[in-house]
T-cell receptor, first 114, second 110 residues
Framework: ETGVTQTPRHLVMGMTNKKSLKCEQH?????MYWYKQSAKKPLELMFV???????ENNSVPSRFSPECPNSSHLFLHLHTLQPEDSALYLC?????????????FGPGTRLTVL | GQNIDQPTEMTATEGAIVQINCTYQ??????LFWYQQHAGEAPTFLSY????GLEEKGRFSSFLSRSKGYSYLLLKELQMKDSASYLC???????????FGKGTKLSVIP
């Protein structure tokens, strides 16, 4: 248990579905992240939310839409996904002050797009 | 941009020592992290280096040379539970975002 929870843990969806992934952190951090992890590829940063900034990786398609209503919750809204979007989606959080800023990861959502 | 390179796979024997290397080329540098990830689980933090030298934490040590763009993770007295992927990640200057390498899958054999 890292203090970062994600739901659902597994999701199977069709290309026409709309679904959302949820992340919640109980660590008092003020930065949250979405990563995509595909087989044989590096962890790919998709989005960052913090008190100071929102950062998007410009290569992320618009069919992925993040929402961060407060510093403890982060959502990833999915619509009209493609089979190549099947991957493990990891949420992480970290503090932003100081130099250390270790990121704590949630267990991930294993997404399969049919 | 950032480019991080580490071996894809390594195999080592239980009780032995293994060194996992990571080289990086970055436009700025503000720290290097090592994470461990067991299959089907989240990455967990192992170590952080921002200055040159060796950081030791129990059976695990991490080394950094900023001038060479090089780091290694040293695992001593290997145990079967150390079989996992080891991810090298670099934080750029003026940022707390991490760029990850592809990870090194370590298999520990009896």
């Amino acid at each position: 248990e890292t203090g970062v929870t994600q739901t659902p843990r597994h999701l199977v969806m069709g290309m026409t579905n709309k679904k959302s992934l949820k992340c919640e952190q109980h660590l008092g951090h003020n930065a949250m992240y979405w990563y995509k992890q595909s087989a044989k590829k590096p962890l790919e940063l998709m989005f960052v939310y913090s008190l100071e900034e929102r950062v998007e990786n410009n290569s992320v398609p618009s069919r992925f839409s993040p929402e961060c209503p407060n510093s403890s919750h982060l959502f990833l809204h999915l619509h009209t996904l493609q089979p190549e979007d099947s991957a493990l989606y990891l949420c992480a959080s970290s503090p932003t002050g100081g130099n250390y800023n270790e990121q704590f990861f949630g267990p991930g959502t294993r997404l399969t797009v049919l | 941009g950032q480019n991080i390179d580490q071996p894809t796979e390594m195999t080592a024997t239980e009780g032995a020592i293994v060194q996992i290397n990571c080289t990086y080329q970055t436009s700025g540098f503000n720290g290097l992290f090592w994470y461990q990830q067991h299959a089907g689980e989240a990455p967990t933090f192992l170590s952080y280096n921002v200055l040159d030298g060796l950081e030791e934490k129990g059976r695990f040590s991490s080394f950094l040379s900023r001038s060479k763009g090089y780091s290694y993770l040293l695992l001593k007295e290997l145990q079967m539970k150390d079989s996992a992927s080891y991810l090298c990640a670099v934080r750029g200057a003026g940022s707390y975002q991490l760029t990850f390498g592809k990870g090194t899958k370590l298999s520990v054999i009896p």
